[in-house]
């Protein structure tokens, strides 16, 4: 569609609109309702060396314009997303971004090896903010110079450019982002949940079978508006937002932060058709806004406002 | 097909304690084609409540072009629902999962249909598709207490039906395994929804001799199979990988499959 091609690092996009890592598993259910192909590009669930099967249930718990989630990382391992969900994706005409965890730095280097060979697989997006998993996760999120490290192995193996996805369960999301970016990321993606809890009135206990979960949604998108704004400003690395994008509008503001992308999370839940009625609605509002180019909005927010002459 | 649609409330209405029927018109009922299945509706227009309340489809009226669920108001989504009124709309998704299999039974063979509280509206359909078929049905429904049973009579309609409260207010007192075992029932299959140690006991009583399906709850992300909120163990392997999803694997499975 003109005017919303973006190009990226390892990417080359029809339209900045791409469904977040874990609110679309690997495609398939959304491929019975839409053409996937009209989108983006897709950041597939995240992948584990091992099969995981994730927490017991209760998973979910809705919180006010928004939801907590402790999945833990469910997924059916390298080997099968590599051999099975990878090759079924490829139908279609669109990027894939493979979302990469582990608990170890030895599993975030063997899945970015190995799934950065996968054909279809464009970009990667290391997962080192997963709120919900015990050990790794979080800890190579919070610590700048345990993410640079990683970041650095990672991109020693990997075949396609390397996005980091960051935290804000964090004091200084710069530091974070500067740490990674020192480490040889290509690109960022913000944000990943912020960590939550909801009681149960009646026996006073915590809904989640995990006790603790990762705050989505509509709440959130405040947070990561401000956290795009900071670290945009300061590091040269393009930024894919996410956190509560349920409409054109909420990407327009996402790009005037400062992101040149825009994932859909949580929304996909909420309406399954979100990302195609999103990318319907983007044109216009990119031609109200005078402008040729969606990308010409990109951190409107803090650059010296230039009248818009672009049209000339 | 899965489709979302804005549907118009054609009633609503309390038939019981808390207990509301809705029934809404529009093309959904037309890919309504399994008793069982439900709707993911989303209660409000706004972001709060954010997530659609999953309800099984009670009814389904394909000339009328309508389907009626039968909920009880309970949190917020479910209040908010039931002050809605004809004429509005509300935007459901659906048909979700996969529903009670028909086909496990022949003509003239007897079916015992056990519904526990709120899991007794998707009995409805399917004890109406069955008695359709030519399958002699037996309801055994459980209640907290009298002020919440409903659908008595509908179902009386299709087949004999014992009513069991837990405080003995109506129907017999006691669960609904006491009505099967006092009355020594004879049936060929079990269909069930309800709560889960309901369901444990049909399984572990029943499924070793008889055919035995059951319908399972969870809390719901997506409701079609995307975000991995409502997965349980598969029977077989207890504590390993393998897994299926309650919304879209199920809500039915035929007991043994999934660990309750
Ligand atoms: C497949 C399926 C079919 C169902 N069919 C019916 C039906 O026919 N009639 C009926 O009355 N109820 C049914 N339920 C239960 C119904 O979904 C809940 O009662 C309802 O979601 C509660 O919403 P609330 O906003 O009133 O409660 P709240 O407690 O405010 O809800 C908060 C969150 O928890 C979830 N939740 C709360 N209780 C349940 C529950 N028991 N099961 C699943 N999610 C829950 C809600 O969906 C919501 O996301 C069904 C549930 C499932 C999974
Ligand atoms: C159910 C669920 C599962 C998620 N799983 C992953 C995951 O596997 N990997 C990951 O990097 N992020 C995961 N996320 C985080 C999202 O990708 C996204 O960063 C976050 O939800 C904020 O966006 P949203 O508000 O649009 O949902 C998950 C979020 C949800 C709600
Ligand atoms: S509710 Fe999302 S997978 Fe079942």
């Known amino acids: ?312 | 097909m899965i489709v979302k649609e804005l549907c118009q409330i054609t009633s609503q209405k309390e038939i019981a304690h808390d207990i509301f029927e809705l029934t809404l018109k529009g093309e959904l009922p037309n890919s309504m084609n399994e008793p069982g299945q439900f709707v993911h509706m989303k209660v409000s227009n706004g972001l709060d409540p954010l997530l659609r309340r999953p309800i099984s489809i009670a009814n389904i009226d394909k000339k009328a072009s309508e389907f009626t669920v039968i909920y009880r108001k309970d949190g917020r989504g479910t209040t908010i629902l039931s002050e809605k009124q004809p004429g509005e709309k509300v935007d459901v998704l659906g048909p979700l999962g996969h529903g009670f299999p028909v086909e496990e039974v022949n003509k003239g063979e007897t079916a015992l249909l056990v519904g526990g509280g709120i899991g007794v509206p998707p009995l409805y359909q399917l004890s109406k598709e069955l008695v359709q078929k030519g399958v002699r049905v037996i309801h055994v429904l459980g209640f907290q207490t009298k002020d919440v049973v409903f659908y008595e009579e509908a179902f009386s309609k299709l087949g004999k039906t014992y009513i069991a409260t837990v405080d003995g207010t109506a129907g017999t007192k006691g669960f609904v395994t006491d009505v099967i075992n006092n009355e020594e029932l004879n049936f060929d299959i079990i269909y069930s929804c309800g709560p889960t140690p309901m369901l444990r006991a049909l399984e572990n009583n029943y499924s070793s001799n008889h055919k035995v399906y059951l319908s399972l709850e969870e809390r719901m992300g997506c409701g079609i199979g995307a975000c991995f909120a409502c997965v349980c163990h598969t029977a077989d392997d207890p504590t390993g990988f393998s897994y299926k999803k309650v919304c879209s694997d199920g809500p039915v499975f035929k007991a043994g499959e999934v660990l309750l």
């Open chain 1, 1 to 312: 569609m003109k005017g919303l091609q973006v190009e990226l690092p390892g990417l080359s996009l029809k339209n900045p609109i791409m469904p977040a890592s874990g609110c679309f598993g690997f495609g398939r259910e959304f491929s019975d309702l839409y053409d996937l192909s009209m989108l983006g590009a897709i950041m597939i669930k995240a992948t584990t060396v091992e099969p995981r099967f994730g927490n017991p249930t209760p998973r979910v718990a809705e919180t006010s314009a928004g939801m907590l989630n402790a999945i833990g990382l469910q997924n059916p391992g390298l080997e099968k997303v590599y051999h099975v969900e990878l090759p079924w994706l490829a139908q279609f005409d669109v990027p894939i971004i493979a979302n990469v965890a582990g608990s170890t730095e030895e599993d975030y280097v063997q899945v970015a090896r190995e799934i950065s060979k996968a054909p279809n697989v464009h970009a990667l997006e290391l997962n080192i903010s997963c709120p919900n998993v015990k050990t790794g996760g979080i800890a190579f999120g919070t610590i700048p110079e345990v993410a640079k490290n990683l970041t650095k192995k990672v991109k020693e193996v990997s075949e396609v450019p390397v996005y980091v996805k960051l935290s804000p369960n964090v004091t200084n999301i710069v530091d974070m982002a500067k740490a990674v970016e020192d480490g040889g990321a290509d690109g960022l993606t913000m944000i990943n949940t912020l960590l939550g809890m909801r009681l149960d009135l009646k026996t006073g206990q915590p809904i989640l079978a995990n006790k603790s979960g990762g705050l989505s949604g509509p709440a959130i998108k405040p947070v990561a508006i401000r956290m795009i704004y900071e670290v945009s400003q300061q590091v040269s690395l393009p930024i894919i937002g996410m956190g509560g994008v349920q409409t054109a509008e909420d990407v327009i503001e996402y790009f005037f932060a400062g992101a040149s992308a825009v994932a859909v999370g949580t929304a996909n839940f909420v309406d399954p058709f979100v990302c195609p009625s999103i990318i319907n609605e983007l044109p216009e509002l990119v031609d109200r806004l005078g402008v040729d180019h969606i990308s010409e909005i990109t951190g409107r927010s803090w650059k010296t406002f230039e009248k818009s002459n672009h049209r000339a």
